[in-house]
């Protein structure tokens, strides 16, 4: 088997749609004009939290601990995958129930709402 690789991955076969996958750990430290985050079922939307599940999990590291530590250590791997985009990030999930609370937290924008205006970057 390949070793796993931590840094920014070029996707050429998507041509310019994706540019590149990166890991929580090789997106520290960078930022994107554009971000994608696949929220997968190792954290689901249940009722009304946050189920973690660690058995879902492709990280072997996160796999093997407790509920309690996993939850913070899922958390703050999405926390960082959020926080690349400098103008939007897209967000999707694997799991539908996912998906439905996501709509409800952040609208999908229609046709007819304008750009949001564009941010005033101001000399340091």
């Known amino acids: ?3 796993c690789r931590d840094h920014a991955s070029e996707i050429g076969s998507l041509g310019d749609t994706v540019g590149h996958v990166l890991t929580s750990t090789a997106a520290q430290g960078f ?4 971000n994608g985050v696949i929220l997968g079922d190792d954290l689901v939307w249940r009722q009304d939290r946050w189920i973690p599940n660690p058995q879902a999990s492709r990280d072997p590291a996160l796999s093997s ?5 996993f939850l913070r250590l899922v958390r703050n791997t ?13 967000l999707c999930s694997t799991d539908s129930e996912t998906q439905a609370r996501l ?5 999908v924008p229609t046709a007819a709402e304008p750009d949001p205006p564009a ?4 000399p340091t």
């Open 31 to 34: 930022e994107y004009d554009w």
């Open 78 to 90: 999405y926390k960082v995958l959020l926080t690349r985009g400098m103008s939007g990030t897209l």
């Open 1 to 3: 088997m390949a070793p």
């Open 65 to 69: 601990t407790d509920t309690a530590t």
């Open 103 to 107: 709509r409800q937290l952040v609208p």
């Open 119 to 122: 941010p005033v970057h101001q």
